[in-house]
């Protein structure tokens, strides 16, 4: 069965950091693009960021360019998206997804994770 659960959600001040973290089982996504999005209540959920199989492209929404860098650590079959400066707006459920992929014009994933609450006070 896969699994991709997160972990280091939480309560930040407006310009503060967090880190989270998505580690994968059940299958490895060493040759698969991994990604982020979040969701708020009311809203769609929206793409924040992917990094390819290669671990060369990255690719980052425009709300959060110059702030978020995801990265992957494929001997632990994990991914993570180190989030600086953080904004109010930034306020969000937060899932890992793989393997990410367009489907038409927007991006998508087979699998998810449950969601880690990110909450950014102004």
């Known amino acids: 069965q896969v699994q991709l659960l997160e972990s280091g959600g939480g309560l930040v001040q407006a310009g503060g950091s967090l880190r989270l973290s998505c580690a994968a089982s059940?299958?490895?996504?060493?040759?698969?693009?991994m990604g982020w999005f979040r969701q708020t209540p009311g809203k769609e959920r929206e793409f924040v960021a992917t990094?390819?199989?290669?671990?060369?492209?990255?690719t980052y929404a425009d709300s959060v360019k110059g702030r978020f860098t995801i990265s992957r650590d494929k001997a632990k079959n994990a991914v993570y998206l180190q989030m600086n400066s953080l904004k109010p707006e930034d306020t969000a459920l937060y899932y890992c997804?793989?393997?990410?992929?367009?489907?038409?014009?927007?991006?998508?994933?087979?699998?998810w994770g449950q969601g880690t609450q990110v909450t950014v006070s102004s």
């Open positions: 997804a793989a393997p990410t992929y367009y489907h038409g014009s927007y991006r998508t994933a087979d699998y």
């Open positions: 059940g299958r490895s996504f060493n040759n698969a693009n």
């Open positions: 990094i390819n199989w290669s671990d060369v492209g990255t």
